[in-house]
């Protein structure tokens, strides 16, 4: 019998063990399938944490709804009644600008304007500021098709002041990264082919909107889910990982398996166990972080890894923090705030946990999520755990005046956990396709090569399974 091997028991790894699980229950692919985890868990970066009734992710805690594949996977999985989404009231963002909090104005659409009025009576602008974004509307297309950073971008058709305040913390913000060095095209591409084709961002949205209204009805997703932009598990993210492990029977996951190498004996591809112990396999998908998998595969396939180190990675850091509802002070009516860069503050971002999500804290607590480091301020490793306490806890009190002790606070770094889709990654991952032709049946999935998101890691998983099982068949 054929053997799949998969490296790397996260998102990505997870979703290529259960394609492959279908598979096999279904008849289509009769093989042997391994997984092996370094970890003590599987799940990767999904990582919960229950509690006392709270529900704490140290990574991702949700995914959004408009990629349909992590909510198709919940579906498959018998997750779906397990979807919820933000709660429905005060559901308005903040930007900390000015030592103020000032709301997201209503109808920016991915930080475009689309509705006038809300956005013309907002503060978070300057007069200036404003008039530079209208600007858009006559500002004409870029003539090149390359790619471009997100800084160049939004500078060149909506001013500086939109890059501040709301595309580096917004959006580069998402991607934990400097908007001066991040691809446009791997993070945002709408961005780019709206450019293209309407010309003005502005006009493109106002559009696509119209177009909406003229059908007659709003798109809808693939699959029935909670109606919000972002859905996550009740009882918490990695409910997805067990329920993968659950349904899989016929995929062996094994934990505590670090790989310490990687070899090509004949046909078929040796890897070795921290440990002494190695297996073999007709195919492996290393579903790995790239700066892990690039060090692996330097003994057998430099030309790949040489482009897979060239995949940068940055430190961060998220800090929890709990506080008894009752002495409270702030109201926390919305989802939270960004931080720009120049406002003073290392804090880059605040979720106000309990306030998003239905049944992350118990009802005489409030939890909220803080971030630090990233693309811009890279020290969030250097760090230890008290002075990055101290540090959130300052700039709370900064910003929302929070003198509370807290009932408990909870330190999670990422080191070099953050990969960042730089000016030309598109590009870098084609060059690595190309590579791995000379390889056969070895694969690569996970957050290091199109998209980051849950279920960008669940598309990308699925489709390599599906090549890894294509490849056996010839
Ligand atoms: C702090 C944080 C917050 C995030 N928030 C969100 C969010 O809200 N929504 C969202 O959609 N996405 C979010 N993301 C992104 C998303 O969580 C990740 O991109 C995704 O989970 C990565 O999955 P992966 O399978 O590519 O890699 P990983 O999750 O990194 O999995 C790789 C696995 O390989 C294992 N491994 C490493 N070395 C070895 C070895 N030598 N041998 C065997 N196994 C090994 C690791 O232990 C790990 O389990 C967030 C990421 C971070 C870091």
Known sequence: MKKIAIVGGGAAGLAAAYRIQEEIQNKN??????LLEAGDNFGGKIRTERFDNFIVE?????????????????????????LIGTKKEHSQTFVYTGGKMVPMPEGLSMMVPTKFLPFVFSPLFSWPGKIRMGLDL???RRAD???????SFVRRRLGQEALVKMAEPML???YSADPETMSLQSTFPMF??????????????????????LSGKAPKPAKPGPDSLFVTLRDGLDSLVSAVIEKSPNVQFRKGQKLTGFAREGDQWKLSIEGGESITADAVIVALPANIASGLLQPCAPDVANRLEKIPYVSTAAVTLAYSRKDFSHPLRGFGFVVPRDEGLRITACTWTSSKYEERAPDDHVLMRCYVGGGVAQDADRLDESELEKIVRDDLLKSMNVRETPAFSKVYYNRKGNVQYQVGH??????????????????LAGSAYRGIGIPD???NGTRTAESALQYLSK
């Not at 598109?426 to 694969?443: E, Y």
Request: proline content about 6%; hydrophobic content about 40%.
């Open 192 to 213: 780019a082919q709206t450019e293209k084709k309407y010309r003005s961002l502005i006009l493109g949205m106002l559009e696509r909107k119209r177009q909406v209204m």
């Open 138 to 140: 006559f500002i004409p």
């Open 29 to 34: 692919a009769p093989c042997d399938c391994v």
């Open 457 to 459: 890691c669940v598309l």
């Open 145 to 151: 098709n390359g790619d471009e950073s997100l800084a």
């Open 58 to 82: 140290r990574g991702p805690d949700s995914f959004i709804s408009q990629k349909p594949w992590g909510i198709e996977l919940c579906h498959k999985l018998g997750l779906g009644d397990r």
């Open 426 to 443: 598109s590009a870098l991952i084609d060059s690595i396709d190309a590579g791995l032709q000379s390889h056969p049946g070895l694969f």
């Open 172 to 174: 580069a913000g998402i």
